[in-house]
């Protein structure tokens, strides 16, 4: 954009300040059709942010709101959301994905993140990316990018309609950051989509689960164990998790897939370079053996129990006490069906383990 052009842009937002009723504006707009651009709007966003943070709102919502009927958005979003999204998107921008910086924000519009806001996120955000020049295409996917990853994990609100607004941006994203220009962004993109996928509530539960699969699968041509080998890992081990839920297919199959997974994770995932990973991956190892279906039941129980034990040396009470409760719980679960060993110290190992559970998991805070 030359610094011609931007003066132009100033000076047309400056007109439209001075205005007040939709009818002089739409005049105004209608005498510089050839300002009226993808240009104009990013411009008009910058002003409405400068004009926020001064404390104008009265005049940054103007702008927005400007910006949204450009858009073609008004019949398809209320006016709230839309200055919403703008705000949190420019948030996201300016804090590079800061959750610090974005989850304030969030928490203070939950009423605006519902099924509505979902839904038309993906055609005012495909409109915008279509609108803008090669470069701000990349830079807005990115912006988009880092909001979904954020609203993905955001724990407040309808978590339903979160995820479906993840799902969105993430799947917008792909279509400027390819894999030929872009692999190692497309990869990450591909990931945190199956994330989403296999988080996701609404749709149905195996289709999700296949889609999440197939994402994986992707960032997995481009994360090689050579390559980017703790992406590899990483990606290995959210594609285990995906196997251990499936449910199309073979059951007995989808273990043995989701078991190679960890197995091939843990051979990046040390306990001496990545501890936390490394304890969170023996964890589901522990889950996959003790649901599996091949083999012997017996040696089964037996392969889980030092899975678990393992990840506790890891999950302390101190340290994690939400995950050492969890993994007492299943390494209870383990000893309850062991078949190796007397029964009845077997059974006094799981009720030990059960009473550690319930040291943490209490009727008050869970």
Wanted: hydrophobic share 40%.
């Amino acid at each position: 954009m030359n610094e011609e052009r931007l003066q132009a842009y100033r000076k047309l937002i400056d007109q439209l300040l001075a205005e007040s009723n939709d009818q002089e504006v739409s005049q105004i707009l209608n005498s510089y059709r050839d300002l009226v651009d993808g240009g104009l709007q990013q411009t008009m966003l910058a002003v409405a942010e400068d004009l926020r943070i001064q404390g104008d709102l009265d005049k940054s919502n103007f702008l927005m709101n400007i910006v949204g009927k450009l858009m073609g958005l008004h019949r398809n979003i209320s006016d709230a959301q839309l200055n919403f999204l703008l705000e949190v998107l420019q948030a996201t921008g300016d804090s590079r994905g800061d959750a610090q910086v974005v989850y304030p924000l969030l928490a203070n519009n939950t009423d605006k993140l519902d099924a509505r806001l979902a839904e038309q996120f993906r055609p005012w955000a495909t409109t915008r990316i279509a609108e803008a020049e090669a470069d701000e295409a990349k830079s807005l996917a990115a912006v988009i990018f880092l909001f979904s990853i954020l609203i993905a994990q955001f724990p407040l609100g309808d978590k339903a309609s979160n995820i479906e607004i993840a799902i969105t941006g993430y799947e917008v994203a792909l279509t400027v950051v390819t894999r030929k220009e872009l692999p190692e962004q497309w990869a990450s993109n591909q990931n945190n989509l199956g994330n989403a996928y296999r988080d996701r509530i609404k749709g149905q539960k195996a289709q999700n689960l296949e889609d999440a699969i197939a994402c994986y699968q992707l960032a997995l041509a481009v994360y090689t164990r050579e390559a980017f080998p703790v992406d590899w890992a990483m990606t290995q081990n959210n594609l285990g998790l995906a196997y251990l839920d499936r449910i199309t297919g073979q059951k007995a199959q989808n273990l043995e897939d989701a078991i190679a997974c960890y197995q091939l994770a843990l051979e990046v995932r040390t306990r001496d370079t990545f501890p936390i990973d490394w304890a969170r991956t023996q964890y589901n190892l522990g889950n996959a053996y003790l649901e599996r279906i091949t083999g012997e039941k017996a040696q089964n129980l037996e392969n889980a129990i030092p899975c678990y034990e393992l990840a506790l040396s890891v999950y302390t009470r101190e340290a994690f006490p939400v995950h050492w409760a969890g993994t007492q719980y299943n390494l209870g679960n383990a000893y309850l069906k062991r078949i190796i060993g007397q029964k009845a110290q077997n059974l006094e190992d799981a009720i030990a383990c059960y009473k550690s559970t319930l040291a943490v998991f209490t009727r008050d805070t869970f």
